[in-house]
């Protein structure tokens, strides 16, 4: 006897934000909490009247935050899921045209670093009956593009909503593309304008609670058995940590692992903060921007473990650093067999689990454990000498303002960067006390992203000190989330370290024999350079702002905002030609030929670089 399926009848916008409500995630301790934790709105014709209004019928159970730029508000949610480990998410919606196309900077964050994000941007009338309806583009040869195509190629899951029905299907798929470890990445349900509005009698199954959970898959018994084995071999093994580490929830496991078998551990940006700063087998930074310690033991280890990271080139020195057998521990079978790697594709931690269980009683020698140790010394040794300063120094470097806010904010602080010279400054002198104390998007290197970011990770950590540190021309590219952070209320602390210009670019080109050109301020086209008052700026979207002249100064301004609700501004200026050492081999490709003699020597230096580091 055949039984009839219950319906309920919805708009497909309606449809969508109930299916949303309904989504839940069950937590590491077994608590649930919605998988969805609130959705980034910019409303236009695109969206207002279906998405709008189903947002605004749900919205005790789905809050809606306004944005004031697109692309922000989804680094937003981005740097929210981040923080949350990917274990929560955060939608974005936008209108048609530019509203969409705002996002695709923002996917490609999302999509290099491997953090989830629901994009719903409105799209063109599936009808095609008013076209070219306003802010839609026409192509002459494909009458079934928009503009939205350009979210494809940094989306993990595409699906353009022309028919209330294919929720029904592509929902569910969409939640894969947001919940699964080895596919994690940006999820776009592009719907068309007219279809929002329009109703379907949807089955309700489609909106019973369904409750996700962290997939965790443990290793192959032979590339158990193959790691096993290279690793009780090794004489001189390292572990590199990676994001993986921190996604996979797997800090104690790590942390376990390396002071069982006494390895030394070494940190990408991602990883940075899986490992206390101070636990006497955290080597440090590795890479382009690491320290000397970690890239020793990097260049000399005889065995790699990387857990959880993609090796990118700022990690692996351009693929030259590591000399040794590569374990590559990763879900993500792509990622598993880069850099000659011996795959073990793995949860990290079961991975991490299986690996010790088997190692048994394995540590490594105690030669290794006297070189990680004198590595370290060596390296706080160099940053004594040039990390302190005085109360009084103006025009400090970057990484003595790193080491003045490190100083002074509380031990459970997170700080959050990406780009120009502070991922570099930070990597390596950032002191992370707590687990996830350190958030840099480092992946994509999105100016911009900072004090946006700022913001998704103190709705993600709101028990946390949350500290921004940006530099001018990352903050005048986009700062309009200093109003947002205010409007919502939330305490963030915002140091803008003001070199005049883009300094870590301008090094570059120095480093290249280039001429100082069009980086710093002062040498690009001009007429008379704009004097922008910083502080003036950020006060005038309601956060409480001060200019410090010195390193006491900043201090003092960063303790105070500790202490004060709402958003603080702290702008310092710093030294745009001063970089702190370390680092390993990145390649760069010079002029071959020049009128430039320098720019001509420079390419004879990195070509006999990439020899020696490769061998061609």
């Not at 998410?89 to 923002?106: C, E, F, K, Q, R």
């Not at 939205?148 to 294919?166: G, K, W």
Request: charged share 15%; net charge negative; proline share 4%.
């Amino acid at each position: 006897m055949s039984t009839t399926m219950q319906t309920i009848r919805l708009t497909t916008a309606q449809a969508l934000t109930r299916f949303l409500i309904n989504q839940h995630v069950e937590l590491d301790d077994g608590s649930e909490v919605p998988f969805f934790a609130g959705v980034w709105a910019i409303f236009g014709h695109g969206n207002v009247a279906g998405i709008g209004e189903a947002l605004y019928q749900v919205r005790d159970q789905l809050p809606t935050y306004r944005g004031h730029n697109e692309q922000s508000m989804a680094l937003a949610a981005i740097a929210f899921a981040k923080a949350r480990q990917r274990q929560q998410v955060m939608v974005a919606t936008t209108s048609i045209g530019p509203g969409a196309t705002n996002l695709v900077t923002a996917a490609g964050v999302a999509y290099v670093n491997r953090l989830p994000v629901l994009l719903v941007p409105g799209d063109v009338f599936a009808s095609g009956q008013p076209d070219p309806v306003l802010q839609q583009s026409e192509n002459f040869a494909d009458g079934s593009s928009t503009v939205n195509d350009a979210l494809r190629p940094v989306s993990r899951y595409f699906h353009r909503i022309t028919r209330p029905e294919q929720l029904i299907q592509s929902l569910p798929r969409a939640m894969v593309a947001l919940t699964d470890s080895a596919l994690c990445g940006p999820a776009t349900i592009s719907v068309c304008q007219d279809v929002q509005s329009l109703a379907f009698d949807y089955p309700e199954y489609m909106f019973e609670k369904r409750v996700w959970r962290l997939r965790r898959q443990g290793p192959d018994q032979h590339e158990l058995n193959q790691a096993v084995e290279a690793l009780l071999g090794a004489k001189q093994p390292v572990i590199v940590a990676g994001g993986g580490v921190r996604y996979s929830l797997a800090e104690s496991e790590l942390q376990a692992f390396a002071k069982r078998h006494q390895i030394p551990v070494i940190e990408t940006q991602a990883g940075k903060s899986s490992m206390f700063a101070s636990d006497p087998l955290n080597a440090g930074a590795v890479g382009v921007t690491g320290v000397d310690s970690a890239n020793d033991l990097a260049a000399n280890a005889d065995v790699v473990l990387a857990v959880g990271t993609r090796l990118q080139d700022f990690i692996s020195g351009s693929n030259t650093l590591f000399k040794g057998q590569v374990i590559q521990l990763n879900v993500q079978p792509m990622d598993a067999v880069k850099y000659r790697a011996q795959s073990l594709l793995s949860d990290a931690r079961l991975g991490l689990q299986a690996l010790s269980s088997q190692l048994g009683g394995y540590v490594t020698s105690a030669a290794w454990q006297q070189r990680t140790q004198e590595g370290i010394a060596a390296w706080e040794k160099l940053c004594e000498d040039i990390l302190p300063a005085t109360d009084d120094q103006t025009i400090p470097s970057d990484a003595q303002v790193v080491a003045a806010v490190n100083t002074s904010v509380d031990k459970n602080a997170v700080v959050v960067a990406a780009a120009g010279s502070l991922p570099s400054e930070l990597h390596k002198h950032w002191r992370a006390e707590q687990v996830g104390g350190y958030h840099l998007e480092y992946g994509y290197s999105c100016m911009g992203y900072e004090i946006c970011g700022g913001v998704g990770a103190k709705l993600a950590c709101p028990d946390r000190e949350v500290v921004v540190m940006v530099g001018d021309g990352s903050y005048m590219m986009m700062n309009s989330d200093v109003a947002t952070a205010v409007s919502m209320g939330l305490q963030l602390t915002i140091v803008v370290l003001d070199n005049r210009g883009f300094s870590c670019i301008n090094r570059l080109q120095m480093a290249t024999g280039g001429a100082n050109f069009n980086n710093l301020l002062q040498d690009t086209y001009n007429k008379g350079l704009a004097q922008i008052d910083f502080a003036g700026h950020a006060r005038a979207m309601g956060a409480h702002a001060v200019h410090v002249d010195n390193i006491g100064g900043l201090k003092q301004a960063v303790l105070a905002a500790r202490q004060r609700a709402g958003v603080s501004v702290v702008v310092i200026d710093t030294d745009p030609l001063h970089c702190s050492p370390g680092g390993a081999y990145w390649e760069v490709e010079v002029p071959e030929v020049s009128p430039r003699k320098e720019v001509v020597t420079k390419h004879q230096e990195w070509t006999a670089k990439r020899l020696a580091e490769r061998g061609y």
